[in-house]
């Protein structure tokens, strides 16, 4: 059976997708082999009459929303490539037969790599965070840490959410002496030996020590991930990459391949925020009705 559209990825970028899809009377199936990368996230914020939401909840209520649409249905699997035929789109899923569709979506985000640290995995998520609009009011005005090994002078912005702030870059010489020099006037300690460990108790951050034996307490902060795509399969498609690995997309998600939009946090265009991914799903979603509709017209 032909559908009018495959989702691959059920984050909100590709439930909301679903969601304008299915409102428009499209057949339309969400491809989701659950393996997020918020997993270690317990409460989402940022996002109006949901903030604070728990990831299963948003899940949850997403799903029975979009279920009341018969057109749009959910499939659990993972996606392992997507072939572009004469006028459609051949989706194989591990285990099972391949499906037909006329567009795609991808939804599939992002995978990210924390710095090589001791014990940092043992905080990530819970006293350790990567957003500071997600998680920056929870740790507001406490003695925080912000960890980049790239890009370090960012970080800066975690200033506006505690005035007691360390920049560690983790034996990586990033900083100039004029963003040291700048740092240093808003009394923004900076760091740059390697961090040989990060101790605390329960998932809260208590002390971080150096490889210089030198230790300092620390309650909580934030720590800057590595980003790339989560499958190959906008690239092995022929979609155009920007500089930073992301898709590039129009403002309906359109991407440089004919037939294939994307969603979310796969153009790396956007702080990576649950509003901002949904908002995406619901442009590409338009994008793919109304292309659809060209189409059939023609």
Known sequence: MMI?????????????????????????????????????????????????VKPDEFRALAHQEISK?????????????????????EIVVAGQPAYQARTVILAT??????????????????????????????????PLIA??????????????????LVICTNGHQILTDEQKEALRKKEIQVIEDPIRALVGKNGQLERVIFANQREIQRE???????????????????????AQGGIVIDQLG??????????????????????????AGSRAGAGVNADLVENDFR
């Open 254 to 279: 359109r991407t440089s391949v004919p037939g294939v939009y994307a969603a979310g946090d796969t153009s790396l265009d956007a702080p990576a925020q649950l509003i901002i991914a949904a908002a």
């Open 69 to 89: 649409y018969p057109s749009a249905t959910f499939q659990q699997g993972l996606v392992t490539a997507v072939h572009k035929q004469e006028n459609s789109f």
């Open 4 to 52: 009018d559209c495959a989702i691959i990825g059920g984050g909100p970028a590709g439930l909301n997708a679903a969601l304008v899809l299915g409102r428009a009377k499209r057949s339309v199936i969400v491809f989701d082999a659950n393996q997020p990368r918020n997993a270690v996230t317990q409460e989402s914020h940022g996002f109006l009459t949901r903030d604070g």
């Open 147 to 164: 960890i980049a090994e790239e890009h370090a002078f960012h970080a800066k912005l975690i200033w506006n959410w505690s005035r007691d």
């Open 220 to 242: 909580g902060g934030f720590v800057f991930t590595h980003l790339f795509q989560a499958t190959p399969i906008g690239a092995e498609l022929g979609c155009e990459m920007n």
């Open 109 to 142: 985000g992002l995978k990210e790599t924390l710095p090589e640290i001791e014990g940092i995995h043992d905080f990530y998520g819970k006293s350790l965070f990567s957003c500071p609009y997600c998680d920056g009011w929870e740790l507001r005005d406490r």
